[in-house]
């Protein structure tokens, strides 16, 4: 195929799991997949991140990880870690990829503001990835002062200059990159034509603007002209919470595929929806297979608390870090970042009465399996697992487990403490919501 026919291939009718910080990883990208998600973004990774690790092949788990290099540390902090041996040192996990499930779905998002390491990012993870995306819509402080993400919109020079130069070099996969709305209409078509003369072959719109908080609803309106503007494929993002908003947004924008972000992290089952919405769209232009009923097709939206469950099975099945799990199972637990009009619409009640404070308490995953009822006994590790997972004891499992390094940084007071992380959102009437 060529770049062009794989960028319809990956981006053209597509359900897309979106990139995001922390959570992106590989557990939440292998259940967005069962669940029926097309394509999967990697969280962004720093183009001098992903330069400084070491690919190696993970035979117990079937996966490809890409893993800091002892060389990047200090004595004193390889002294930390606990051992003088690289190779017994439990170096930290950068990205870690499942070949056999993510081989051509799986997009690679790059933070970078420099043309030369973007392609040395690029060229390391080439092999294994579906596509480069480039960040170009991040408002992050650390992102924004290093050149990156959004601090791209500004410079629509140096934004081409990347995709002109991984255009010429990556011969073998897609080029894509992700923004924000620009201050209005005509300025984002000049730079998404910029982009689209630089050779992208894929642009994903955040239908929100940098300054924009993520309480405050995206802006679909302003979709469908940038959209029209463009002939490559283009993905929407924002505030799709139902397969209802799915549909409307694809339909009022014109774009060929749509992106979820928190809405996955809400309910990541909302995939499963897909089918569905294919069964309804069959009945209604008479093409329902014979015998088939509405009831072949059952609430496929599933409880929130089995979404968590089935999350932490495959947190244990690609050895995740505790920490990280512990951040997403939050997420999963919080609206914290929905828009306001939408928090009443999106229930946060668990069975056997979870909350944050009791996630956040645990320090293992076998203690979050606990408190989730999930049974150790069925979990497995590693490709090698079924769906329905394999026969192993609990003690035995338990043993087993290796607690994955990461450089990710979390403190449970980002959940617990929430007033020290962001901007007291507004006080709302209940009848104005």
Not at 63 to 68: E, F, K, L, S
Not at 115 to 142: R, S, T
Not at 279 to 297: C, H, I, M, P, V
């Amino acid at each position: 195929l060529s770049i062009e026919e794989k960028a319809q291939f990956l981006f053209v009718n597509k359900e897309i799991l979106a990139p995001m910080v922390r959570a992106s990883t590989t557990p939440l990208r292998t259940l967005a997949l069962k669940y029926n998600a097309d394509v999967v973004y990697s969280e962004e990774i720093v183009d001098r991140s992903i330069c400084d690790c070491e690919r190696r092949i993970n035979n117990t788990l079937g996966t490809i990880d890409y893993v800091r290099k002892a060389s990047s540390f200090s004595e004193k902090q390889l002294r930390k870690m606990g051992s003088h041996s690289s190779s017994e040192l439990n170096l930290p996990v950068v990205v870690r990829v499942v070949p056999k499930l993510e081989c051509d779905k799986l997009v690679f998002q790059i933070g970078t503001g420099d043309p030369i390491l973007a392609l040395e990012a690029a060229q390391a993870v080439e092999p294994d990835v579906a596509a480069i995306d480039i960040n170009m819509g991040c408002p992050k402080k650390f992102s924004v002062c290093g050149g990156m993400g959004s601090a791209l919109l500004k410079d629509t020079n140096r934004a081409c200059d990347i995709i002109k130069l991984l255009r010429r070099n990556i011969s073998t996969i897609p080029i894509s990159a992700k923004i924000r709305l620009l201050k209005d209409t005509h300025s984002t078509i000049d730079f998404v034509k910029a982009l689209e003369y630089a050779g992208v072959n894929a642009i994903t719109i955040h239908a929100r603007e940098v300054e924009d908080d993520s309480t405050k609803p995206a802006s679909w309106d302003r979709l469908g002209n940038i959209v029209s503007s463009l002939s490559v494929p283009t993905i929407v993002n924002g505030d799709m919470y139902t397969r209802e908003d799915i549909s409307a947004l694809k339909a009022k924008s014109g774009a060929d595929s749509i992106m979820l972000a928190r809405p996955a992290l809400y309910n990541t089952s909302i995939f499963r929806t897909r089918a569905q919405k294919h069964s309804e769209d069959n009945t209604e232009s008479g093409k329902r297979k014979s015998g088939s009923s509405a009831d072949d097709y059952p609430n496929l939206l599933l409880t929130k608390d089995a979404v968590i469950q089935d999350y932490l099975r495959e947190a244990i099945r690609w050895e995740a870090n505790p920490q990280n799990v512990k951040y997403v199972v939050c997420e999963m637990m919080s609206n914290r970042r929905a828009p306001i009009n939408r928090v009443i619409s999106l229930p946060q009640n668990f069975p056997q009465g979870q909350t944050i404070a009791s996630v956040c308490a645990c320090k293992t995953l076998p203690a979050l399996c606990k408190l989730w009822d999930v049974n150790m006994n069925l979990c497995g590790k590693g490709i090698a697992t079924s769906d329905q997972g394999v026969q192993i004891s609990g003690s035995a499992l338990s043993k087993s487990i290796q607690v994955t390094a990461t450089e990710q940084t979390y403190s449970d007071s980002y959940f617990l403490e929430p007033e020290k992380f962001r901007r007291q959102r507004p006080r709302i009437e209940e009848n104005n919501l």
